[in-house]
């Protein structure tokens, strides 16, 4: 199954083209808005005042509740958009961002309002794929759960901790960035390859990196690899039944790119959000000479608590691309 997204932030519709869909899946539409309200807009103090529906649309693939087995579309109206407050960014690249990147790539035809293709609300249509992905997985006995491990320096914060950070980080100008924890479980052994292409870990991380933002992948113990000795590295085998398990988890389900009954364990790092209130410096494209910048407009102080659906959904795509579904 492969998806495609389109759309920018600031034009009409964001959406996703889904071909090769299986035929006869029953399409939840009130989880899949459940999963989209989870990542939504505009809900308090920790996100953008951006408010969207994000009611999905299914033009095609689908009939009397089932997917059909042809191309799936569907699209997410854009409702609440300020693009004037983004016209400087034409000439002012935000640092951090990828303002610069986009132009120099594009030639200065890129849609620069809201960040065009490259924002973060091309995550809502990812997060429609992920869905009808996991409604797949579900049948499958799959299950892909996630957490925040890390924001703002803090391990496993409670959620008055999570909101302290966020509004702190918001009343100095500023954003803050984190880690999120996802275990898929559900999968058996032996799925996957050591080869280009065909790696679990490869497949996992060609998704995750895919997500804005993810600057960071780890499987299992990840870096913590690095201060370990094979005698703590080492995961023991043992008999669970007719079942072969491990006593512990440090390989994060996959050995040698092949899943090996575990959970499929890994930790995301987010960065934090580049649009700041905050004075920074950047370049005026169309001078040629180095300027100021002050971003204005709507931002998240924050995205790591709505990112958690959005790397729940590409570890699903990712899960279907692996066991093959």
């Known amino acids: 199954m492969n998806y495609s997204i389109f759309g920018e932030s ?33 809900k308090g103090p920790l996100s ?66 809201g960040g065009g293709h490259f924002s973060g609300r091309l995550t809502a249509p990812l997060v429609f794929a992920g869905a009808l992905a996991k409604l797949m997985l579900n049948q499958k006995g799959v299950e892909i759960t996630s957490s925040i491990s890390v924001l703002g320096g803090v391990a496993d914060p409670s959620p008055e901790q999570v909101e302290e950070i966020v509004l702190a980080a918001r009343q100095d100008g500023d954003s ?14 032996g799925f996957g390859a050591p080869d280009f292409g065909c790696n ?35 995961d023991p085998f043992y008999m669970d039944g007719p079942a072969v398990r491990t006593r512990s988890n440090c390989a994060g389900g996959v050995n040698g790119g092949i899943t090996n009954g575990m959970p499929i364990a890994f930790e995301v ?7 700041i209130a905050r004075e920074q410096d950047t370049v ?9 910048l002050v971003i204005e407009g709507r931002h998240d102080p924050c995205i790591v608590p709505r990112a958690l659906p959005v790397i729940e959904a590409a570890a699903a795509l990712a899960t279907c691309e692996l066991m093959g579904i």
């Open 10 to 42: 600031h034009g009409p519709a964001i959406g996703v083209v889904l071909e090769g869909v299986p035929a006869g899946v029953a399409v939840d539409l009130d989880f899949i808005r459940a999963e989209l309200a989870r990542r939504a807009p505009g």
């Open 48 to 113: 953008t005042t951006r408010k969207e529906a994000d009611e999905p649309e299914i033009l095609s693939g689908v009939f009397e509740g089932c997917t059909t087995g042809t191309p799936l579309c569907a699209v997410i109206r854009n409702t609440d958009t300020r693009s004037k407050d983004y016209a400087k960014l034409k000439d002012l690249p935000r640092p951090g961002h990828a303002d610069f990147a986009a132009a120099v790539r594009y030639g200065g035809y890129q849609d620069y309002r």
């Open 176 to 189: 803050v960035g984190g880690a999120i924890a996802c275990t898929v479980s559900g999968v058996s052994a």
């Open 200 to 234: 679990a870990e490869g497949i996992f991380s060609q998704y995750l990196f895919a997500v804005p933002a993810v600057k960071g992948v780890a499987f299992g113990a990840g870096f913590g690899f690095a201060c370990m000795r094979g005698s703590e590295a080492n």
């Open 269 to 275: 790092a987010i960065r934090p959000t580049p649009s």
């Open 284 to 292: 005026d494209l169309s001078r040629g000479r180095n300027a100021k």
